[in-house]
Every structure is written in structure tokens, then in C-alpha cells.
């Protein structure tokens, strides 16, 4: 099974602030991951998919990069709605894994 | 509108069964594969179960492995989860989730508002 760990486990940030988020996986995945924002007592929502590909009506500001172990999901500068938590999923193998999650909350 | 609703959580006993069902509308049901995913209270996402839009292949993981059944009903629009011999780490929000794209190994775009399983005596 591969192992997604996310970096760092709560980010304190202000408003208009850039947000660096890691997740590093075990073994490579290619580029087939995915990260996602989950606020309190709603379902995940897809950001990212296949390492830097906005999902739809995702803003610009959001955006991933990485490959192979490595990945990061940068937000360009926070808006209010933007903390929450983040969690990373990777595809390349079975079973699909989520990373533990990184909460951006507000500092 | 894309929407997935689930429904069919509820409190069982451990070594009880439960049946969670997600509705489907909006697009193509039988062109996607369809994914269960839960949320144990405060905890992280796991990924549980995943089946291709036929329905013929399905994916488990080791934690469910031989208690849980996906299934799917292409006619009704609707994705199944058949859970035997609960136990109470089996306790969370079950989510059912559409992958973006054909393959059950994807990302999930289109989530359900989840259904809670409690699973204690």
C-alpha cells in the first residue's frame, strides 16, 4: 500500500498569504494524484487531479505541481473561504490512498 | 445538476448488517465508475470500495475485504453497499463519489453529502 504523508499537519497563515502544502508518497505514483478541501460537516471537493489539472470551477489561485514522490499544492494568496482542510489521494495503485490531511487554519 | 444522495446509515450492532444505497442523477450513470469512501469521526478520508461502470469489476480494501459488497443498478441509477460483520471501527460518514473519468482508479468529483454508520452495542 502506498503511504501519502502530508506536510505539515496545520498551516497558520493570514488572508491574502501564500499557502505550501506537501505530500509525499512511498513509492512513486507518477503523476496521478489528486488533492481535495474539505470544510467542517461538508463532503470533499475536488481541487487537483493528475498532480497540477484544475478540476472544474476550481480558481486560479489553487494550483499543483510535482511528480513521481513529490507534490505540492500552492495557494497563490488565501481568501477567507480557503481554510479548511486539504487531503492529497493518489490513483498509480491499488488500494487508492489518501494522505492524513493538512488544516490551513487562519492565523 | 450532478447530484449523488446516499441513504441507508443508521446505528447497528456489532456483527449486524447494513445495506447504504446512492441515488444518481444528472449524467451518465453506467458511463462511470462509482467509488465508496468514509470518514471516521475527526479522522481522515479512506478509501473503501470501487466499481466500474458496468459493473463487472470491483476493488476493495483490506479493511472491508470479504465483509463489504459494492454492487450497482444501472437501470435505477443506483450504487449499492452491502456491509456484513460490522465492527465498531466500521463507525463513519460513508461517501459515495463518481470518478472523473471512466477508470474506478481516479480522482472523485462529484461527492454525496455522506450518511453516518455508527456501529456499538
Known amino acids: 500500500e502506498i503511504v501519502l504523508t502530508q506536510s505539515p499537519a496545520t498551516l497558520s497563515l493570514s488572508p491574502g498569504e501564500r499557502a505550501t502544502l506537501s505530500c509525499r508518497a512511498s513509492q512513486s505514483v507518477s503523476s496521478y494524484l489528486a488533492w481535495y478541501q474539505q470544510k467542517p460537516g461538508q463532503a470533499p471537493r475536488l481541487l487537483i487531479y493528475?498532480?497540477?489539472n484544475r478540476a472544474t470551477g476550481i480558481p486560479a489561485r489553487f494550483s499543483g505541481s510535482g511528480s513521481g514522490t513529490d507534490f505540492t499544492l500552492t495557494i497563490s494568496s488565501l481568501e477567507p473561504e480557503d481554510f479548511a482542510v486539504y487531503y492529497c489521494?493518489?490513483?498509480?495503485?491499488?488500494?487508492?490512498?489518501f494522505g492524513e490531511g493538512t488544516k490551513v487554519e487562519i492565523k | 445538476e450532478v447530484q449523488l444522495l446516499e441513504s441507508g446509515g443508521g446505528l447497528v450492532q456489532p456483527g449486524g448488517s447494513l445495506r447504504l444505497s446512492c441515488a444518481a442523477s444528472g449524467f451518465t450513470f453506467s458511463t462511470y465508475a462509482m467509488t465508496w469512501v468514509r470518514q471516521a469521526p475527526g479522522k481522515g478520508l479512506e478509501w473503501v470500495s470501487g466499481?466500474?461502470?458496468?459493473?463487472?469489476?470491483?476493488y476493495y480494501a483490506d479493511s472491508v475485504k470479504g465483509r463489504f459488497t459494492i454492487s450497482r443498478d444501472n437501470s435505477k441509477n443506483t450504487l449499492y453497499l452491502q456491509m456484513n460483520s460490522l465492527r465498531a471501527e466500521d463507525t463513519a460518514v460513508y461517501y459515495c463519489a463518481k470518478l472523473l473519468f471512466g477508470s474506478a482508479a481516479g480522482a472523485f468529483d462529484i461527492w454525496g453529502q455522506g450518511t453516518m454508520v455508527t456501529v456499538s452495542s
Open positions: 466499481i466500474s461502470g458496468g459493473g463487472g469489476i470491483t
Open positions: 493528475d498532480a497540477s
Open positions: 489521494q493518489q490513483r498509480g495503485n491499488w488500494p487508492l490512498t
